[in-house]
C-alpha cells in the first residue's frame, strides 16, 4: 500500500504519502483546491507541474483527500476527476475537510471540531459519525472568524479611513493598493477569499492593537454563537479547532471561549499528521482486511 493522504483548505494543500505501516514516505504541499472555486482542469493543471507528484503518481494505491468544499457528491466529483487523471491507478476517496478535521483531532470522546482558516466551519463527531448542523456560507454570507473574514474588516477600515495612523501607513507602504485595486481584486478576479485572507499575517503584526483585538473578540464570539452553540452539549464536550487563524490566535480565541464557558479542547495548525495517526488506527486495517 502507498496511501497518499490531502488536507485542502482553499489556499494550501497538504499531501503525505505513507505506506502500510505509517512509514513517511514523502511530504510536500500545494495550493488548495475548492470545487466552488477550482475546476477538474485546474487541478489537472496544478498538480501536473509538481515535480513531487510526477515523481510518486505511478506508485500512489490510495488517495484520501479532505477538501474545503467538498461538501457534496457532485463537489467531491470535481476533485475526484482531477485526482483520477492524475492518480491514474489510485483508488481515490474525497471528503469534506470537516470530515478530515474531526479525524485529526479525534481524542476517544465526542467532540465539536471546528476550521478557523481562510474559511470557517464546524461539526460534531461522536466517533462514529460526522456530523454538521448548520453549513457554511462562504466568505460573503458567512466564514466568521476566518482569514477572509478579518481580511474584510481590514480593507474596509482601510479604505474608510478608520486604521490608527501607523497601521494605516504601514499597509500603504505594504500593499499599495487603492479602492480601486482592492474593489477589482475582490468583485472581478478569482479566489477572492484567498485574496483576503492573505492580509492575516499583515493583520497579526499589529494584533495588540485595540482595533484589532476588538476584531478578534468580535468574530470569535459571532463564531462560538453561529457554529458552536448549534450543537447540544456544548458546555460539556471539549471544542477543538484546526487551521491558521486558531493557532496564531490561540490567546484570543481562548478568550472568547472563556466568555462562553467552554471547554478548550486541541488548537492545531495542521491535520495532516493527525489525519496519518488515524488512518493507520482505523482505515488501514479495514483495507488490508479486504485485500
Not at 488536507?7 to 505506506?19: E, H, M, P, Y
Not at 477550482?38 to 479532505?66: D, G, K, Q
Not at 478530515?100 to 463527531?125: Q, V
Request: net charge negative; hydrophobic share 45%.
Amino acid at each position: 500500500m502507498r496511501a497518499l493522504i490531502a488536507d485542502s483548505g482553499s489556499t494550501k494543500c497538504d499531501w503525505i504519502l505513507v505506506d502500510g505501516e505509517g512509514r513517511v514516505l514523502r511530504n510536500f504541499s500545494t495550493i488548495g483546491f475548492n470545487p466552488y472555486f477550482h475546476n477538474a482542469e485546474r487541478i489537472i493543471s496544478e498538480l501536473s507541474v509538481v515535480a513531487a507528484v510526477e515523481e510518486i503518481s505511478s506508485e500512489v494505491t490510495h488517495i484520501f483527500f479532505y477538501g474545503a468544499g467538498s461538501c457534496s457528491e457532485a463537489m467531491c466529483s470535481i476533485v475526484r476527476e482531477g485526482l483520477s487523471r492524475v492518480f491514474l491507478g489510485a483508488e481515490i476517496a474525497v471528503d469534506h475537510d470537516l470530515e478530515g478535521a474531526a479525524y485529526s483531532t479525534y481524542a476517544g470522546e465526542p467532540a465539536i471540531t471546528c476550521i478557523i482558516g481562510t474559511g470557517s466551519n464546524s461539526c460534531y463527531f461522536d466517533g462514529t459519525t460526522v456530523s454538521e448542523e448548520v453549513p457554511a456560507l462562504a466568505y460573503i454570507l458567512g466564514d466568521e472568524a476566518s482569514g477572509s473574514y478579518f481580511g474584510k474588516k481590514l480593507l474596509a477600515a482601510r479604505l474608510y479611513k478608520k486604521l490608527p495612523a501607523v497601521m494605516a501607513a504601514a499597509f500603504d507602504a505594504e500593499f499599495g493598493l487603492d479602492k480601486d485595486d482592492v474593489l477589482a481584486r475582490v468583485y472581478r478576479q478569482s479566489d477572492a477569499n484567498v485574496f483576503l485572507a492573505g492580509f492575516m499575517p499583515f493583520i497579526g503584526k499589529f494584533k495588540e492593537e485595540a482595533l484589532v483585538q476588538a476584531w478578534l473578540a468580535e468574530g470569535f464570539d459571532a463564531f462560538i454563537e453561529v457554529h458552536v452553540k448549534c450543537y447540544e452539549g456544548w458546555t460539556e464536550r471539549p471544542i477543538h479547532f484546526v487551521g491558521s487563524i486558531g493557532h496564531f490566535f490561540e490567546r484570543e480565541l481562548r478568550m472568547s471561549l472563556d466568555r462562553h464557558g467552554m471547554r478548550c479542547g486541541r488548537i492545531i495548525r495542521k491535520p495532516i499528521d493527525g489525519l496519518v495517526a488515524y488512518h493507520l488506527e482505523h482505515v488501514f486495517p479495514k483495507i488490508e482486511g479486504d485485500v
